[in-house]
């Protein structure tokens, strides 16, 4: 029998959650996956959770690195982020000037991919690039709807998908 292992996770330090840097933390029994950003609510460094709290669906938000649990691990797969629902169907989507919710997945005008969320001491919207946990000064298009998956290798699984609550109340007025 052959036995192999890839990737060589290990446990990371407070002190090495630096802006950008993916990571996963504990909640209760479940992994979450975290990104640290270069925003603060009062003394405390925020981080973005992405994580899976129903059959395919994700809850994000932002937290205070202080309130996640520890020890935090590192990340050896790639993290892939796809606007739409991943159904198979193309997702074209008009490029419009508009205002994003919290959540919202955005391509940023260096062409990065960015989220889009509120800070939680002022309640102003923020904007993060995912490849570096830096804040963004603007965008091109919103995303409201994205799939999140790991890829290692050729193996691709998806985690979930986001959709904004307020779309869920709207379909259940129709």
Do not use: H
Not at 49 to 62: D, N, R
Not at 78 to 85: D, Q
Not at 94 to 122: C, I, M, N, W
Not at 133 to 154: I, K, N
């Amino acid at each position: 029998m052959t036995v192999s292992f890839e990737g060589f996770p290990r446990t990371l330090d407070r002190a090495a959650l630096r802006p950008g840097r993916w990571f996963v933390a504990a909640e209760g029994l479940r992994a979450v996956l975290c990104l640290a950003t270069d925003v603060v609510d009062g003394p405390d460094q925020l981080a973005l959770t992405f994580s899976a709290t129903g059959v395919e669906a994700i809850e994000f938000t932002a937290t205070p690195l202080s309130a996640l649990a520890g020890p935090f691990g590192t990340l050896e797969d790639e993290i892939v982020f796809a606007p739409g629902l991943a159904d198979g169907r193309p997702v074209l989507i008009a490029p419009t000037r508009r205002a994003f919710r919290s959540g919202s997945l955005l391509r940023l005008r260096s062409g990065d991919l960015g989220v889009g969320f509120a800070a939680p001491a002022g309640g102003d919207l923020v904007i993060v690039s995912l490849s570096t946990g830096l804040r963004a000064d603007g965008f091109e298009l919103v995303f409201e709807r994205w799939s999140l998956s790991l890829r290692r290798g050729a193996a691709e699984s998806l985690i979930g998908y986001f959709k904004p609550v307020a779309n869920f109340a709207d379909r259940r007025r129709i």
